[in-house]
């Protein structure tokens, strides 16, 4: 008798404890499932200060507010923070940088984030310091610029093209270093300096090498820059996180940066600037314009 009243009181333990494991499984169960990921309605979007931010501002956060989503604008004063945010979720979507730049960065820092659309850019240019005019270089004269490897590879080219420097010979212009410098025939004191502060170097120095959106934050405009870059291999892209490519979230404001509001928007606001390479040629778009 006794030991049939301990098997059943073992029985007894046994079933309660299985019921204790099931019940904690049971809590654990819900999770945020795929429809709720493509139901997103709030949107973080990060940029830099000046053009990138009016865009969303102006045109971009209106649009998707129409939609019903509630969208958020956070402005960086630097390059490396809208990657690393976008990587931790603190951002959903940023929007400043080209496309060689969030290559390196992507490759560096080991990121899952991608480029998903471009966006209209103002070109880099070499804008008047002490000087004010190509013609009055010196030897010895001093020229910030950019210190990014990718922005500053883009400097050099341009001085290059000035004939102010002589780059080595089959080196990777898009990576080009202050070590490729072949000949610095008139001495130039190059000083590289964080893209925010370029505007304000410009009382310190001959000469300045500006990122686009950073010249019209301060407000200096294109058509007093002494040169400005040629080409489009520097038209700006929208980055999100590789996971989110599918989203309905990312098609909406697809779709906002290339509506035909927008596009009227940007042609008359930032005129001079390199617009994406899917609005088609600038002389196209021009005359889509004015139709």
Not at 25 to 32: I, L, R, S, V
Not at 95 to 104: A, E, G, T, V
Not at 260 to 274: D, Q, V, W
Request: hydrophobic share 40%; proline share 5%; with cysteine.
């Amino acid at each position: 008798m006794e030991t049939t009243v301990k098997q059943y009181l073992k029985f007894l333990l046994t079933g309660l404890l299985t019921l204790t494991l099931v019940a904690c499984g049971e809590e654990k169960a819900p999770q945020t499932t795929s429809s709720e990921v493509s139901e997103k309605k709030e949107i973080v979007i990060g940029t830099t200060v000046g053009d990138f931010a009016d865009m969303v501002r102006d045109q971009v956060k209106p649009a998707l507010e129409k939609q019903g989503y509630q969208v958020k604008l956070l402005e960086f004063t630097d390059y490396v923070r809208p990657n690393m945010a976008l990587a931790d979720h603190s951002i959903d979507i940023n929007i400043f940088q080209h496309k060689p730049y969030l290559d390196d960065f992507v490759q560096t820092h080991h990121l899952q984030i991608m480029p998903v659309f471009q966006v209209p850019t103002g070109p880099l240019g070499i804008y008047a310091g002490k000087l004010d005019n190509l013609n009055k270089i010196t030897n010895g004269a001093s020229v910030s610029v950019p210190n990014d490897p990718s922005n500053l590879a883009r400097g050099l080219v341009m001085l290059d093209k000035l004939g102010w420097i002589k780059l080595k010979d089959n080196i990777n212009p898009l990576k080009a270093s202050l070590a490729d410098i072949a000949n610095n025939s008139k001495n130039l004191k190059l000083t590289p300096l964080e893209a925010a502060q370029l505007p304000r170097s410009r009382n310190d120095v001959d000469f300045a090498v500006i990122n686009g959106n950073y010249a019209t934050s301060s407000g200096l405009k294109f058509s007093s820059a002494l040169f400005l870059e040629p080409g489009y291999t520097y038209v700006n892209w929208a980055a999100i996180r590789t996971a989110d490519k599918d989203t309905q979230w990312v098609k909406d404001i697809t779709s906002a940066y290339n509506s035909a509001e927008f596009k009227k928007y940007a042609y008359k606001r930032f005129a001079g600037y390199k617009y994406p390479e899917s609005w088609g040629t600038q002389s196209e778009q021009a005359a889509s314009f004015n139709n």
